[in-house]
């Protein structure tokens, strides 16, 4: 069994003898998992491992990508997991045990015997009442010790970066700015599309704090969306949706109480209507002026919901005033059921949206990473159809794999992110534990790899099928259809797709803030003062994409009979506009 966030392996016999365990087995995608980690950030804040208390995170994994203990990695430092974690790839503790869903937690006394277990999320209460009981009652009989145990953090020794697990990017074209969620800073990040930062909102502790741009905070942002001098916020781990208007400096609460929300319906008014984990959004039109409401992935219900901006109403539903929250599609099952009636429907913990409102698509796409499918939601009447990937039965979350099909036969292993190109008619996937980018014709219903190898990593090729990605959680298209970046997660970067060359580059990100307008670029450099005899050479102009990788190649030939004259004079100057 591998560890994390140990110095070493621990055993019952030894390093946990006297201490009462919590085991905590989870798996990293699972957004129920990710649901009681605050409790047990409450619960070892309570109880120290010297009060005897020690919580262990046991990793069973679902999806194959789940057991490489990088990965797992990975997740501990987003997650902020502070206890030691084993990594039961093969699911050897998971059986023996006899557990059987995620997440279960199960309580051992300090001999390493069985107290209690308790199955799924929702049980804070329970876990408090019966772990001060089992502590108190050991301490009292004389069998707790008040050792320490070798916990080494990963996240002392990470190296400082830009960005850290950045969950998604959003881009307004009309601007030529990009919103990236910062999700490890707790941040958002406003940028030009040469890579200049513009504004930084939040970070880098996490908060819920409103008002000025300088002092607002978020917990774990992942969905942006940007029109404007606005940018629309899926601040997950708040449970709330955040708008930031840039142009008054300001940051407020649309929806959310800041606590996670168990309605399954809503229809309050957005601060008063608890919400659960949002994991991404985009704006769209209902029943009313143009961008009227803004349309959520409600993972932790597994819906998707509606944020009315302005009075409008849903497809077949009644009206909405501005400022109501209410479900659009989904039951709150976990299911992979398509259905003409969307509160009949079912999701896995939708994650990713993207927008094609024009005929004959009308719909909104949606990556349902539970059940490793890309669904449709029709703006006309709301009926959910499968695009790619799962299979047919509504009950099989585990029909993922990476196969590049047709409708049913395509699979994919937990997509994240969606991205619409209408000039092209193409929906872009960021098809996360499988680490490639994607593309599926919604006419045929093919989906075929456009980058990335299969395996983790961060090469730039720079072509599309020698560059590898890690993870990415979001996509989105810029410049009319011939960019694509992406937010590779796990390498804690975005990147650039230039669909024209197929080559994939870095995207720089200058750290000198401008909060401000940008200055205007400089005329075009003037081309250095050459002899009247001098030969010329026209080249037509290339265009280049921020941090695009640009190979020139250049062959000088000689006269017959000449040669250069070493120790002579000579110079190379190389100017660029923009």
């Given at each position: 069994l591998e560890w994390l966030n140990t110095e070493g392996p621990l055993s019952l016999n030894k390093e946990l003898a006297g201490k009462v365990v919590l085991l905590d087995f989870f798996t990293y995608c699972c957004i129920n998992c990710m649901h009681i980690l605050p409790d047990l950030h409450q619960l070892e804040k309570k109880h120290s491992v010297k009060d005897g208390l020690v919580v262990v995170g046991v990793h069973s994994a679902k999806f194959p990508n789940e057991k490489v203990v990088d990965n797992v990695r990975s997740a501990v430092l987003r997650y902020d997991i502070c206890h030691p974690v084993v990594n039961d790839s093969e699911a050897c503790l998971w059986n023996e045990l006899e557990v059987s869903c995620w997440p279960t937690l199960v309580l051992l006394g300090p001999r390493g015997n069985l107290l209690f277990s308790l199955v799924g999320e929702g049980h804070r209460d329970r876990l408090?009442?019966?772990?001060?009981?089992?502590?108190?009652?050991?301490?009292?009989?004389?069998?707790?010790?008040?050792?320490?145990?070798?916990?080494?953090?990963?996240?002392?020794?990470?190296?400082?970066?830009?960005?850290?697990?950045?969950?998604?990017?959003?881009?307004?074209?009309?601007?030529?700015r990009l919103a990236i969620a910062d999700t490890g800073h707790h941040r958002i990040l406003v940028v030009s599309s040469a890579g200049q930062l513009l504004h930084v909102i939040g970070g880098p502790e996490s908060g819920r704090q409103d008002g000025d741009l300088s002092k607002a905070s978020f917990n774990s942002p992942q969905g942006v969306a940007i029109k404007g001098d606005t940018v629309y916020v899926a601040d997950t781990e708040n449970h709330l949706i955040r708008k930031i208007d840039l142009l008054e400096g300001r940051v407020s609460t649309l929806a959310g109480v800041g606590a996670q929300g168990t309605d399954n319906e809503g229809g309050a008014m957005g601060p008063q209507q608890p919400i659960s984990s949002p994991w991404d959004v985009t704006l769209g039109t209902a029943g009313g002026v143009e961008d009227n409401v803004l349309w959520i992935a409600m993972a932790g219900t597994h819906q998707i919901?509606?944020?009315?901006?302005?009075?409008?109403?849903?497809?077949?539903?009644?009206?909405?005033?501005?400022?109501?929250?209410?479900?659009?599609?989904?039951?709150?099952?976990?299911e992979n059921r398509n259905n003409a009636y969307p509160h009949k429907a079912g999701f896995a913990q939708p994650s990713g949206l993207a927008l094609a409102p024009e005929e004959p698509w009308s719909c909104l796409y949606v990556a349902d990473s539970e059940?490793?499918?890309?669904?449709?939601?029709?703006?006309?009447?709301?009926?959910?159809?499968?695009?790619?990937?799962?299979?047919?039965?509504?009950?099989?979350?585990?029909?993922?794999?990476?196969?590049?099909?047709?409708?049913?036969?395509?699979?994919?292993?937990?997509?994240?992110?969606v991205a619409w190109a209408p000039e092209q008619?193409?929906?872009?996937?960021?098809?996360?534990?499988?680490?490639?980018?994607?593309?599926?014709?919604?006419?045929?219903?093919?989906?075929?790899?456009?980058?990335?190898?299969?395996?983790?990593?961060?090469?730039?090729?720079?072509?599309?099928?020698?560059?590898?990605?890690?993870?990415?959680?979001?996509?989105?298209?810029?410049?009319?259809?011939?960019?694509?970046?992406?937010?590779?997660?796990?390498?804690?970067?975005?990147?650039?797709?230039?669909?024209?060359?197929k080559t994939v580059s870095l995207f720089p990100i200058s750290m000198d803030c401008t909060d401000s307008v940008p200055s205007k670029p400089s005329g075009p450099a003037k081309a250095p003062m050459l002899p009247k005899s001098a030969a010329r050479k026209e080249m037509p102009p290339v265009a280049v994409s921020a941090g695009q990788t640009l190979v020139m190649s250049l062959t000088l030939s000689l006269p017959e009979g000449t040669k250069l004259t070493e120790e002579a004079p000579s110079c190379w100057a190389l100017s660029a506009e923009g």
């Open positions: 408090m009442f019966f772990t001060d009981r089992a502590l108190r009652y050991y301490r009292e009989q004389g069998l707790l010790k008040t050792h320490t145990v070798g916990i080494k953090l990963y996240r002392d020794s990470l190296p400082p970066s830009v960005l850290s697990f950045p969950g998604k990017v959003a881009i307004d074209n009309s601007k030529k919901w509606a944020l009315f901006l302005a009075d409008g109403k849903l497809p077949k539903g009644s009206g909405s005033k501005a400022g109501t929250c209410v479900r659009w599609a989904g039951s709150g099952s976990e059940s490793s499918t890309i669904r449709t939601l029709a703006l006309k009447d709301g009926a959910v159809k499968l695009l790619v990937g799962g299979e047919r039965d509504p009950m099989n979350l585990f029909a993922f794999g990476d196969v590049d099909e047709k409708g049913v036969g395509a699979k994919l292993q937990h997509p994240l992110g008619s193409l929906l872009y996937v960021a098809d996360s534990y499988n680490h490639k980018i994607k593309v599926v014709d919604p006419k045929t219903k093919q989906c075929s790899t456009l980058a990335g190898t299969g395996e983790a990593g961060e090469t730039l090729g720079p072509e599309f099928n020698e560059s590898c990605f890690n993870e990415p959680g979001g996509i989105c298209v810029g410049d009319r259809g011939k960019l694509l970046y992406v937010a590779d997660t796990n390498n804690h970067q975005v990147k650039v797709l230039d669909l024209a060359s």
